[in-house]
């Protein structure tokens, strides 16, 4: 069973560059969320997708979108990048949209913007 | 609305001694609740889980937590550290999406 992947693993870009960050679910799931962990605090919630479909969103502004293919993996679009966006992005996999459902995360992409 | 506060950024104890992480809540629904490890450079590692079943929940490792509802706590324990506990721990409610806390550092002392 392959746990979830994430590329690239650090991303250096400049202010008002867009980004595109891509993640491979656990086998057998077909819900991925995305977060956002500043430096020092905790993941924040970004958005997830259920089947394709986006499944619920944080408080991200619109220029953080996002994508699931048929085969349930992700990708994250970023436009307008913003010194503030220098985060570790995480994403993470699940059975199912339920809340109760374990989240397996994968190791996170790392992204500096200069 | 959800949210939970980890009431220590940091908490140390030496080898052998117990552990405890504190957690509060604050949900208008029967929350799930989660406890996350993460250790440096590796991706975030289910402890224990609570859904309503059992308030006392056993995870990995040795750890466990109770959900105490009158006190909207879901504090994390163990009885015996060991030096490769220390790491980030994250405790999470999840009710349409998981809300986490902003985490406490375990420092394990030889």
């Known amino acids: 069973e392959t746990g979830v992947t994430q590329s690239p693993t650090h991303l250096i870009k400049t202010r008002g560059q867009q980004v595109t960050l891509r993640c491979s679910s656990q086998s057998g799931h077909n819900t991925v969320s995305w977060y956002q962990q500043a430096l020092g605090q905790g993941p924040q919630f970004i958005f997830q997708y259920y089947r394709e479909e986006e499944n619920g969103r944080g408080n991200f502004p619109p220029r953080f979108s996002g994508l699931q293919f048929p085969n349930y993996s992700s990708e994250l679009n970023v436009n307008a990048l913003e010194l503030d966006d220098s985060a570790l992005y995480l994403c993470?996999?699940?059975?199912?949209?339920?809340?109760?459902?374990?989240?397996?995360f994968g190791p996170g992409t790392r992204l500096t913007v200069l | 609305a959800q949210s939970v506060t980890q009431l220590d950024s940091h908490v140390s104890v030496s080898e052998g001694t117990p552990v405890l992480l504190r957690c509060n809540y604050s949900?208008?629904?029967?929350?799930?609740l989660f406890w996350y490890v993460q250790h440096p450079n590796k991706g975030l590692q289910l402890l224990l889980k609570y859904t309503s079943a059992a308030t006392l929940v056993k995870g990995i490792n040795g750890f466990e937590a109770e959900f105490k509802k009158s006190e909207t706590s879901f504090h994390l324990t163990k009885p015996s550290a060991h030096m490769s506990d220390a790491a980030e721990y994250f405790c999470?409610?999840?009710?349409?999406?998981?809300?986490f806390g902003a985490g406490t550092r375990l420092t394990v002392k030889p």
């Open positions: 949900s208008s629904y029967s929350p799930s």
């Open positions: 999470v409610v999840s009710f349409n999406d998981m809300r």
């Open positions: 993470a996999s699940s059975g199912g949209g339920a809340s109760y459902n374990e989240q397996f």
